[in-house]
């Protein structure tokens, strides 16, 4: 049962990421997303201490705040810093990730978090964050109902806002023609990366994130070169990496977060080395 | 009769730098419309300002005599061709049918009206067989199509085109020119950037001629002449490009007061 | 603390010694990432040395330094490779094979690191540090390879510093004149994964690009010189060093990479906001500048105006001949009167000195001859030139000044039909 809940966090994670990751893809921003996932960590360090518990509010509140904060940070540093882009978001996220981890190191006692949880999670504990309702029925791990929620509100996003997506990421000038604002659409999808870090934050950690926000996409925008297969291919491959990742790690008994990476990046090799034979 | 594009002493300036100064122009309806000049004498930013996808410094822009919010449907803006990544997993059809979309529609499906009248467009330039294909797998002159029959889906009366004849091959350009007759003949307005000068005479009936400021605006047979030519890519004006230079160095605003001279 | 300061243990000194040296290393190779636009591919490969570092120690079961460096070099150049083979042979972009190869070299590091600890090996207790990075526990032995490597990295770059400034700024010019491009770019590329391999020492693998990227990106806003720019962002590497060894010693439980970087990203801040002419701050003083400048030149040009009917004008005069608020007309008027353009004749009551006079002769004369090049050059009618002068006739400097009025030869009447004014002394038509 513990191996039952494990990968089903893990894939509701990957999937979440990999829709979004997708349209970062598309946009040529998932290095964007990288550094989202980064910048989240004093937000949510700041909402520990504020609110002195793993409550999921504060936490989605002051990581979505700092996930915003980066893009305004990187825009602001590119257009009226005239800092190149890539610099702008390599200072960005490396200078919030910093200062996220030394206010952990700093605020140890008081902070429920370490190095390692922030690195790769603890995906491990998650059968055993049970969510017991005041009634006391034991309605199963919190972060399943956490993820859950969360996939629910990326399909909505996607599904009600797919044309208005399509349309800013691919062709962003004849959006704006048409009176679309493409600066909505563009926090929207930040926000959504920012809330999805910070949701998948405990069970995967804010680095190993990243690799659901591209490695799945990356591997099905190579395999295809239509959307709705792509984003199908997306939850796909995501799922086999949380399935495959799981025992990976359980065989060489090592992290589950990492392994579930390695077993995204063994697809996204292979499907290079398909390609490359063709 | 309102003049269907109207600019006020417009000044846009790119990174800063004004690109173009104090632009003042009216062009007639149902005319088939060049924007001519060298390189770097403004051409895209003018069509971006007309759009409103750059900020002019001054000035303004009216459309059938109205601001652009109240006139959006109508028009139609055509991007360069580089302007969109070629690989985007979208076919054909999808990229037409985006010509349907308005701002009221967007969180909704198509109807199968919206649908029909994205293929007949498709069918219009000739592409009909190629519906299914990924944007990708279509010619430079193909693809510019595509561009053309998403923006004839839009069905608006005034069309913006940014060198939709760059890059283009010769039976595409000839398939490009007769639908430019067929919209001319329907009275729609055709405003298209260009920077093949040969080609001006056989094109257009009317030109706006730049060089960082308006050096002519008219019928192609008075304002496309030897001296307005020689003005336009006889070099910059010195003066002009030195104080714009000195504008971005100093931080210097192009009006004391932004959008004084508004309406 | 009072330990540390003191330098008196030779270990102290050396480790100190040694941080400085990969701080300025990685800051100066860290140039060259920036200017080559190649910063997250930096941030990819400081990830990609993990599983290096690890699969070295679970080869030779111990943490030579040599054998570390050698595993991190290989997997990092394994990593540009792959990021290189994807961008130039699949549709994904550069952001995309970047991302993708981080986080697979990344994961693979994380996954070999806990395998590592949860088998309990009585020598991985450390290994961790490579994460976040731990200057105080660098042994005598680390801080000569690593040192070695770094003075080797400088020693290269120094030899070939033209040839990497040419091949930054201009890749095809450096090819046709002769320069061995491909080989210039693999030494390059080598030097770039030895410091960050010897960088991690310091600030750890997650945290490394902040010390290739962000003290040339800092001094990339005091400078627009090459040279400089590497001679200031090894400076600011140094001084990272430094703070890095500070706390490893002060705070023995604090990982010393998020603090350097914490460092170099207020360098970097401080940069943005105050460096010249580059900075905020300086351009916000240019535009204030720029506004007071307008402000005190309409104040004359409305004395232009008034002083043709009477010679003390009074401040009443001038809020009604043009509505400026009461205290910027205050302000404007004293900073006129201590450049000695204007003086009180009475309370409340100014007139023009002799250089107040030229000097409001000048501002018209501008805001005239600029009518006139519009209406004359550019084909404007003459009543749409006005509001462009009311701007330039504060801009146009005197060699501008010159060129109009050679191009307009000496012109009489601006576009309105209103005489230009001249000075005796400067221009004589």
């Given at each position: 049962m513990n191996a039952f809940w494990i990968i089903l966090t893990g894939t509701l994670v990957a999937i979440c990421g990999g829709l979004l990751g997708a349209f970062l893809l598309l946009r040529k921003m998932s290095m964007v997303g990288d550094a989202i996932s980064h910048a989240v960590l004093p937000g949510i360090v700041i909402a520990y201490l504020l609110s002195g518990s793993r409550e999921v509010l504060p936490m989605l509140v002051g990581a979505a705040a700092f996930g915003v904060f980066a893009t305004v940070v990187i825009e602001a540093l590119y257009r009226k810093a005239r800092l190149q882009s890539d610099a702008a978001i390599g200072i960005t996220f490396t200078g919030l990730f910093a200062l996220g981890i030394v206010l952990i190191s700093l605020f140890a006692g008081q902070v429920d978090l370490d190095l390692d949880c922030v690195l790769f999670g603890e995906i491990a504990y998650v059968p055993i964050d049970v969510w017991i309702t005041?009634?006391?029925?034991?309605?199963?791990p919190r972060a399943v109902w956490v993820t859950g929620g969360l996939l629910v509100l990326v399909l909505a996003m996607i599904g009600i806002g797919y044309k208005g997506l399509l349309l800013t990421t691919f062709n962003p000038e004849h959006a704006a023609s048409i009176g679309i604002s493409v600066a909505f659409w563009h926090y929207l999808l930040m926000s959504a990366v920012s809330v999805t870090t910070v949701v998948s934050f405990e069970s995967v950690g804010a680095i190993l994130v990243v690799a659901f926000l591209i490695v799945p996409p990356a591997t099905a925008y190579l395999l295809t070169n239509k959307l709705k297969p792509m984003l199908a291919l997306t939850v796909l491959f995501g799922l086999g990496a949380a399935v495959g990742g799981y025992y990976l790690a359980s065989w060489i008994d090592g992290s589950i977060a990492g392994a579930m990476s390695v077993v995204a990046g063994v697809f996204f090799t292979a499907a290079l080395v398909a390609k490359h034979k063709r | 009769m309102t003049p269907i594009i109207e600019t006020h002493n417009l000044t846009v300036s790119y990174n800063r730098r004004p690109v173009l100064w104090d632009v003042d122009f009216s062009l007639p309806e149902g005319r088939l419309i060049g924007i001519i000049g060298p390189n770097g004498s403004g051409k895209t930013t003018l069509l971006k300002s007309i759009m409103g996808l750059v900020q002019p410094d001054s000035g303004y822009v009216k459309l059938f005599g109205q601001s652009l919010d109240e006139v959006r449907t109508r028009i139609s803006y055509v991007p360069q061709r580089e302007s969109v990544d070629w690989d985007f997993p979208v076919s054909v059809r999808e990229v037409v049918e985006?010509?349907?979309?308005r701002r009221a529609n967007l969180l909704r499906r198509l109807s199968s009206a919206d649908r029909d009248i994205a293929a007949d467009a498709l069918h219009k330039v000739g592409l009909q067989d190629f519906a299914k294909r990924q944007i990708s797998q279509l010619s430079g002159g193909q693809q510019q199509r595509v561009f053309i029959a998403r923006a004839l889906a839009q069905q608006a009366d005034l069309y913006l085109m940014d060198e939709?004849?760059?890059?283009?091959?010769a039976a595409s350009e000839q398939a490009i020119l007769q639908l430019l007759t067929e919209m001319k003949a329907a009275s729609k307005t055709v405003l298209i950037v260009h920077h093949d000068l040969q080609t001006v005479r056989q094109f257009f009936d009317w030109i706006v001629l730049l060089n960082?400021?308006?050096?002519a605006s008219g019928p192609v047979e008075s304002a496309f002449t030897e001296d307005h030519l020689r003005q336009a890519y006889g070099g910059q004006l010195t003066i002009l490009s030195k104080v714009a230079d000195l504008v971005k160095e100093r931080h210097f605003p192009v009006r004391e007061k932004p959008y004084k001279d508004r309406p | 603390m009072s330990s540390f300061f003191s330098f008196s243990d030779p270990n102290v000194q050396m480790v100190t010694l040694g941080v400085m040296l990969l701080g300025a290393g990685a800051a100066i190779v860290g140039c060259f990432t920036f200017v080559r636009k190649r910063a997250l591919v930096g941030d990819a490969i400081a990830h990609a040395v993990l599983p290096g570092i690890c699969l070295s120690f679970m080869i030779t079961g111990q943490k030579h330094p040599l054998w570390l460096l050698a595993g991190a070099v290989v997997t990092g150049w394994l990593s540009l490779l792959f990021m290189d083979y994807i961008t130039h042979r699949t549709k994904l972009k550069a952001d995309a094979a970047i991302g993708a190869v981080l986080s697979l070299f990344f994961g693979l590091g994380i996954l070999l690191l806990t395998a590592i600890q949860h088998s309990g090996s009585a020598q991985q207790a450390g290994l961790d540090k490579f994460l976040f990075g731990k200057a105080a526990s660098l042994t005598q032995q680390d801080v000569i390879v690593f040192g070695l490597t770094t003075l080797l990295v400088l020693l290269v770059v120094f030899t070939f510093f033209k040839s990497f400034k040419l091949l930054a700024f201009d890749r095809d010019f450096a090819h046709a004149i002769g320069l061995p491009v491909r080989l210039l770019e693999f030494v390059l590329s080598t030097i770039t994964v030895l410091s960050v391999a010897t960088g991690i020492q310091a600030?750890?693998?997650?945290?490394m690009a902040a010390l290739l990227i962000t003290p040339a990106a800092a001094a990339r806003f005091w400078t627009d010189s090459m040279q400089r720019m590497t001679g200031l962002a090894a400076g600011f590497g140094i001084v990272a060093g430094f703070f890095g060894a500070f706390v490893s010693y002060t705070a023995p439980s604090m990982p010393t990479g998020p603090w350097i970087v914490l460092l170099l990203s207020a360098i970097a801040v401080i940069s943005v906001l105050?460096?010249?002419?580059?900075g905020i701050l300086a351009r916000w003083l240019l535009q204030a500048e720029n506004s007071r400048k307008m402000l005190a030149e309409n104040i004359l040009k409305s004395f232009f105006s008034l002083s043709a009917k009477k010679e003390a004008i009074s401040e009443a005069d001038i809020l009604e001949a043009r509505p400026f608020s009461v205290t910027g007309l205050g302000r404007g008027l004293r900073r006129l009167q201590r450049r000695g353009l204007v003086q009180q004749s009475a309370p409340r009551t100014w007139q023009l000195t002799e250089t107040g006079q030229i000097e409001s002769r000048r501002v018209v004369r501008l805001h005239r001859l600029w009518e006139l090049y519009l209406s004359h050059k550019l084909g404007l009618p003459a009543d749409h030139v006005h509001n462009s002068a009311e701007a330039m006739e504060h801009l146009l400097t005197p060699e501008v000044e010159q060129h109009l009025l050679e191009e307009l030869e000496y012109p009489v009447l601006d576009p309105h039909d209103s005489a230009i004014p001249y000075d005796i002394k400067t221009d004589a038509p």
């Open positions: 005041p009634g006391g029925i034991n309605m199963g | 985006m010509g349907r979309y939709p004849f760059a890059g283009v091959d960082t400021h308006l050096v | 600030v750890g693998v997650v945290l105050l460096a010249p002419r580059r």
